[in-house]
């Protein structure tokens, strides 16, 4: 049986903070919670990484059972958990004021977390392409220990893509002579042309000029029939407008469209757990901003980054599930929703089997 210090390895983790500041003869009283604080990150982004790599991996399969997008969801959730708990440290370390932080500030020097290697493999793990990436040529800084690190996660599947391959995979799309982009398509093209008649009723009535409200709508409509568009959607992926394949971003709608079926409730609230994620990766990132313009204010990081600018453009730019989440411009009431036919949705209810 192994002793509670023993089992936690407590004897190297508590003996894990050395201020920089002592070692000049400085000593900075804040110096210990700078420490600690990211040390905890550190640890929480090792957590994060250990659920989302069984998440991946559960993912990348063949055929992928109702079951297991359960299981994945619960443990998605247990990241963005700890993801708003990371990023509430950040209320923790803000106790600092910046003049306690100049205190050793200037021992850093080169370290920054910048470089830090477990949020660069969080960073590739999600999806993020290369393309995306801020400071494209941030890993020539880095340790050739956590280059190496790198490079490795670099060659392992990401979240994108399992979760492109499972969209792509999803069925009830099409059955009976039924095809979802079909008929929601020719739902938004009658939701918008009740649309034009209602403007130009009330436009007739207060005796105004239609035309500009008509043309909003000529660019909603536009904006549908590009996602259902095969040539334009596929000039829309190689100019990097979209990432997600066509065929998953219809799936997305219709999962969305139809999240209330009972198969499709658990896929509808993964996809959810997803955009979420991704969405809690960049409040810390925006966080880390706030708190680094209040600690530095314009002056370049100690990693020779450029602070709060480089900071600010990675929490808005750096997304990875965009696409996903931009879906959402493109849903309908629910009194235009395409009925779904009756054996369909018979496939979409539980199955109770009679028990004698």
């Not at 509670?4 to 201020?19: G, P």
């Amino acid at each position: 049986m192994a002793y509670y210090r023993d089992y936690l390895a407590l004897d190297k983790i508590l003996d894990a903070q050395t201020l920089e500041s002592d070692k000049h003869g400085q000593h900075a009283h804040d110096e210990m919670l700078f420490i600690v604080t990211h040390q905890a990150f550190e640890l929480w982004f090792k957590q994060v990484m250990f659920e989302l790599r069984s998440v991946i991996d559960t993912l990348n399969v063949p055929y992928v059972a109702e079951a297991a997008v359960a299981t994945c969801h619960a443990r998605l959730q247990r990241v963005n958990k700890i993801m708003e708990l990371a990023t509430n440290q950040f209320s923790i370390l803000e106790t600092m004021t910046p003049p306690d932080f100049m205190d050793f500030r200037a021992f850093l020097n080169p370290a920054s977390g910048f470089q830090s290697a477990q949020f660069r493999v969080l960073e590739i793990a999600l999806g993020l392409p290369e393309q995306k990436r801020v400071l494209k040529h941030y890993s020539d800084a880095m340790d050739p220990r956590d280059r190496a690190i790198i490079e490795q996660a670099r060659q392992m599947t990401s979240l994108f893509t399992v979760v492109e391959k499972w969209l792509e995979k999803m069925p009830f799309m099409e059955a009976s002579g039924f095809t979802f982009w079909q008929a929601y398509r020719q739902a938004v093209v009658d939701m918008l042309d009740r649309d034009r008649a209602e403007v130009r009723t009330l436009a007739e009535a207060e005796h105004r000029d239609p035309a500009e409200a008509l043309a909003q709508i000529d660019g909603i409509e536009d904006g549908f029939h590009g996602l259902f568009d095969e040539q334009r959607y596929s000039e829309m992926l190689t100019s990097g407008v979209r990432r997600l394949s066509q065929r998953a971003t219809h799936a997305v709608l219709f999962i969305a469209t139809y999240r209330n079926e009972p198969l499709l409730q658990i896929p509808y609230r993964f996809i959810d757990a997803v955009t979420e994620l991704d969405k809690l990766v960049s409040l810390w990132r925006f966080r880390h901003t706030l708190m680094v313009s209040r600690m530095i204010g314009m002056r370049v990081g100690t990693g020779g980054s450029s602070g709060h600018d480089y900071l600010m453009q990675t929490a808005m730019k750096q997304r990875v599930f965009d696409d996903i989440t931009a879906m959402n411009s493109f849903l309908i009431p629910a009194m235009y929703i395409p009925s779904l036919p009756q054996e369909l949705a018979q496939r979409l209810q539980f199955v109770n089997e009679a028990r004698t």
